[in-house]
């Protein structure tokens, strides 16, 4: 055993001693010792947030004012059920989720689905769409306190923070927790920046708790693709993915069970509902109504800071975008290796020139500062999601119930079965609607 | 139930060949949703999916409670 790798265990020994205490403590302390050890929640909770999210909230606050904020929170209590058995399928395999499918439903579903087209083929596309908006947003920002850094040249900050942090992952258990510490003090400046603009911009609370809670869908197919679209919104096969490679780095053990479902609803649940009503709030305290308002998000965003009273304001407003695109590129640069790593069945090594290349090819995303992002390449990553993603959720499902894959830790309680086969019925209505709109029905 | 889910039918489970029912009641969803609302046929098949999904999502929720396969027959993959 090498020096790296005793530290490593001997860091794990101590973590799940304490763990094996905590548990035995009640729940309010449970609660109290479990929050420092929270991580891979973080780690795809600050993934969800990104420019995806970003434009979707900022366009439902501006277009339907309170009314669709449940959005986020619903697909995110129901991709919990996911986040679940990602925790398991860490705890109580040595394999991770990608080589369990290929062993239990072929490397189309393992390899092929969940690790190239769910997990890295989406990856490396839809970063382009973060670096466009994080440049403008960092070039923006800067404006206002009278720094010239246009967008040509600010991308190279952008990328040597986020490579920079993505390459210290998995070199060591201290690494690891760095950067799970990075992407939570992240999110926290998302939390922070975008509450103080929500200060600004003022709060309808019951609108929000109603818009929060209630789910209101039109009637008709309409309803159905928003009912699909809100289900799959926050949380999809990568996220799963993502939670579960997270968990099996921190080397989860049956006494991080109970921390599993803490920090999922905790780092992920509570943050992203949170960052993103705060948003949707602000977008449509401002504009919700209004005619004659931007088509485009970024210009929609641009539109709120001018209404904003104070530059600092402003200039947080623009920060906890940065914060959205910096931790996102991390959490995509990481899933791109580790899921380019399991679908070739190599091992994760954070020496090897395969890991250092799927950690770095999501930063071409780079160019999108010049270009923008290159549609057909996003049509074509989100339609391959659309046809295979239902084949992966099928397979979590089913090796969940499979006591040849997982022996007596195969899924107990009814409503938990329930709650993923919601989530994966979500993908099976979202690849038949593709389909068919496609054909012209 | 969980016995019936589990049992052999063919090659695979059942519970797996309900998955692939859940696949063509979906289709029958979302098909007759768009037949139904956007060209004003029938509603059959609209609600011969809807029920066919809540069905079959209420069957497959049921837990697999078999006994659980012997050690010596168990995937070497599987931690305890």
């Not at chain 1, 760095?178 to 939390?191: A, F």
């Not at chain 1, 609607?433 to 029905?441: A, C, H, I, N, P």
């Not at chain 2, 139904?36 to 069957?59: D, E, P, Q, R």
Request: charged content about 10%.
């Amino acid at each position: 055993m090498g020096k790296g790798q005793e530290e490593f265990s001997a860091e794990l020994s101590k973590e799940v001693a304490q763990l094996e205490a905590i548990n035995s403590k009640p729940f309010f302390g449970k609660l109290a010792g479990y929050a420092k050890f929270m991580g891979p929640a973080s780690m795809e909770a600050a993934t969800t947030l990104g420019a995806g999210s970003f434009t979707a909230a900022v366009m439902m606050g501006a277009s339907n004012g309170y009314s669709m904020l449940w959005v986020p929170f619903y697909s995110y209590l129901f991709g919990l059920f996911m986040l679940h058995l990602g925790a398991k399928f860490a705890i109580y395999r040595r394999d991770s989720v990608i080589e369990m499918q290929n062993t239990y439903h072929t490397k189309v579903v393992g390899s092929f689905a969940t690790g190239l087209v769910a997990c890295f083929l989406a990856m490396v596309v839809f970063s382009f769409g973060q670096y466009a908006l994080g440049t403008d947003a960092l070039a923006s920002g800067l404006k206002l306190i009278h720094i010239d850094f246009p967008r040509k040249y600010n991308w190279s900050l952008i990328l040597a923070i986020s490579a920079g942090l993505s390459l210290l992952y998995g070199k060591s258990h201290k690494l690891v927790r760095l950067v799970e510490k990075s992407m939570q003090v992240m999110i926290g400046i998302m939390l922070v920046t975008f509450l103080a603009v929500v200060l600004k911009t003022g709060v309808n609370f019951g609108a929000m708790i109603k818009g929060l809670l209630v789910p209101t869908l039109p009637r008709g197919v309409e309803g159905i693709t928003m009912a699909v679209a809100g289900l799959t919104a926050a949380m999809g096969v990568g996220d799963w993915v993502q939670y579960h490679y997270a968990a099996k780095t921190r080397n989860y053990t049956p006494a991080h069970e109970g921390l599993s479902i803490f920090d999922t609803v905790f780092g992920g649940l509570v943050p992203v509902t949170l960052v993103l009503s705060f948003i949707g709030i602000a977008f449509a305290e401002t504009f919700s109504g209004k005619s004659g308002i931007p088509e485009k998000a970024v210009d929609l965003a641009n539109a709120l800071v001018v209404v904003l009273p104070s530059v600092w304001v402003k200039v947080g407003f623009y920060l906890g975008i940065i914060a959205i695109v910096v931790s996102t590129m991390v959490g995509m640069s990481i899933l791109a290796a580790q899921s380019l790593c399991h679908a070739l069945n190599l091992p994760e090594d954070p020496k090897k020139f395969y890991w250092k290349l799927g950690l770095l090819l999501p930063q071409l995303g780079f160019l999108g500062a010049f270009f923008g992002k290159p549609l057909w390449a996003v049509i074509i990553a989100a339609a391959l999601q659309s046809l295979f993603n239902w084949l992966s959720g099928f397979s979590w499902y089913l090796l969940a119930n499979d006591s040849r894959a997982m022996g007596k830790h195969v899924v107990k309680h009814y409503l938990v079965n329930l709650g993923i086969i919601v989530s994966v019925v979500a993908l099976n209505l979202a690849f038949i609607t593709f389909v068919l709109t496609e054909m012209g029905v | 139930m969980s016995g019936f889910l589990e049992s052999l039918m063919g090659r695979l489970r059942v519970r797996v060949w309900l998955c692939v029912l859940m696949l063509i009641a979906n289709f029958f969803l979302v098909y007759g949703a768009i037949q139904f609302f956007n060209h004003g046929k029938s509603s059959v098949m609209y609600t011969l999916g809807l029920t066919g999904s809540i069905i079959l999502a209420l069957v497959l929720a049921f837990p697999n409670t078999e006994a659980v396969t012997a050690p010596e027959m168990q995937d070497p993959n599987l931690r305890d």
